[in-house]
């Protein structure tokens, strides 16, 4: 069904206020079968707004506003509703009653501002507002219907659910949504994307799509099904294929973490581990003891920032710093035994490398060269990685993080 989401306000458009009612919005008319096909943001000014009212009326079946409900001046949803619905605009005798209502539990009166929120559209009905002072609306247009909710996120998300969620659901014809997804780390998303180009073919059900953030990827499966348990098969199904063909590419589902894999799998196999970094100034520790329990496997983090801190604590060698510098291959992998030995832990990661945005050296160790270093009883093994001269400080050391947890994780699973 033909669904659009309309937020209003000048503040949405000029990047004072990050628009949230529209991704929350989404996400709620999503879990109940209506998937938006449109999302508009228009500003405080009436042209704009009868316009895209006219547009969205005649082509969406069901259409959400919310803001531009208030008492100021710049409030004109009621107006511009009322002029695309093209009927007259009348103050509401039972909208006054509310507003009256909800401003005597405070001890104040209405005021001439008020006033104006009990204007209603000719053939709409108010939405009374018990969590604040303006009114919601709601109608039929030429192509279906419409709400219209209060800006202020509380307001619009108990007003929601009052009244546009169970119009929602009967409109969905009571089909259920789910939603879950894989969290994957390590393959590029054009190369994943071919992998699993079939299922990702429009109009397939269940629909499967990608999305990359700070490198990690994530397949996304929405399954809409006639009954909860016909959903789940379709979703579980999906979700299996595409750890079939990606492998040990999945670290997780839903909102895991790097680290959550990797501290399960350690506490799986009841090995500890402790960590030296340079570049990542702690991040990888950090990111590690953001696990709940990860006591049970973290013994310790060093880090040696300095190339003396290196020599001191985890023993690397003055001459192999001399001969190949702090961010190389070999000192990368003395940080790593160094650092395993010290704290006594069955495996160490280390990590050294330029983060910038200073300190590259051109052609041989440009800014985004990093080097991590695993070791376990057997093997040193120590990786180059050029992550990218066009990455930020922030990217480069998170960059880092996540690989050197990655190969800790696939180390664990024995294919690293
Ligand atoms: P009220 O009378 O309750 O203020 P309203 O409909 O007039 O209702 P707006 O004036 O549009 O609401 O918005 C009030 C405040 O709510 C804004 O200043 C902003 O902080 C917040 N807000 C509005 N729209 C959004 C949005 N789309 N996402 C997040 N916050 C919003
Ligand atoms: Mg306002």
Redesign the pocket.
Known sequence: MNTVII???S??LTGQ????????LSAQLVAVGLEPTRHV?VG?DLDALVKELSLAFREAAFVVL???????V??L?REAVARALGVSLDVSAEALGQIERFLARWGRVLSDANRT?AMVPADCSVLE?RW???PGLTGRTPAGLFH??????A??KAMFEAYVLPDARRLAGGAVTLVDRLCCFGMAESTLGETIKDLMRRGRTPSVGTTASGAIISVRVVVQAPSVDQARELLEADLAEVRRRLGSVVFGRGDATLQQAVGEALLAQKLTIATAESCTGGLVAKRLTDVPGSSAYLLEGFVTYANAAKIRRLGVSAELIDEFGAVSEEVAGAMASGCREAAGSDLALAVTGIAGPGGGQKPEKPVGLVYIALADGLRVDARKFTFGEHLSRIEIRDRSCKTALNLLRLRLLGSG
């Open positions: 937020s209003i306000g503040e949405l206020c990050l628009d949230t009612n529209t991704a929350w943001t405080d919310t803001g531009g409900l208030g008492p100021t710049d409030d949803t929120q507002n604040g002072t303006a219209a909710l209060p800006g202020v996120p307001e619009m």
